[in-house]
């Protein structure tokens, strides 16, 4: 096999013990930031436009890495704001995962002098396969 310098990459793995969580987090976070943009969001219009597409991208990225998946659900807006999304203090997030059934997402606004929440949005992928 022919090999050039476009396909050819150093990895430098550190075995440390004490490290080895910590490494593997840094390496999913760095891995999900590459693929998903550093967002602030202003108002509930660009988190209703642009939110959609961002949590989509990591939940494909939770169906393939369950560390990742466990991560992400247990609490999405730390998750979030670690890769540098930051949504405004009125919306937030609700993870979902059942036994058997891949995990989806709710994202709520808390309505101004209400205890009650609305749903700006569900998000689940589903895996269809047609013949």
Same mark, same amino acid.
């Given at each position: ?7 050819t ?16 987090? &840094? ?7 590459t693929?998903?943009p *550093? ?39 730390i ?12 919306? &937030?997030?609700? @993870?979902?995962?059942?036994?058997k059934?891949k995990? @989806? ?8 002098? @209400? ?8 998000? *689940?992928?589903?895996l269809?396969?047609?013949?």
């Open positions: 096999m022919k090999q050039n310098a476009e396909t990459a150093l990895v430098v793995v550190d075995n440390m013990a004490g490290n080895a969580a910590g490494d593997a987090k &840094s390496a999913l976070l760095a891995a999900v930031s693929l998903v *550093s967002v602030v969001f202003e108002d509930r219009e660009q988190v209703k436009k642009e939110l959609p597409n961002l949590l989509g991208t990591i939940l494909a990225l939770c169906w393939i890495n369950e560390e990742l998946a466990d991560w992400f659900l247990n609490d999405a807006e998750f979030l704001n670690r890769i540098g999304i930051f949504l405004p203090e009125d919306i &937030s997030i609700e @993870s979902k995962k059942e036994a059934a995990p @989806s997402l709710t994202v709520f606004e808390q309505l101004e002098n @209400s205890r009650y929440k609305r749903k700006i949005f569900k998000l *689940s992928l589903k269809i396969a047609n013949r």
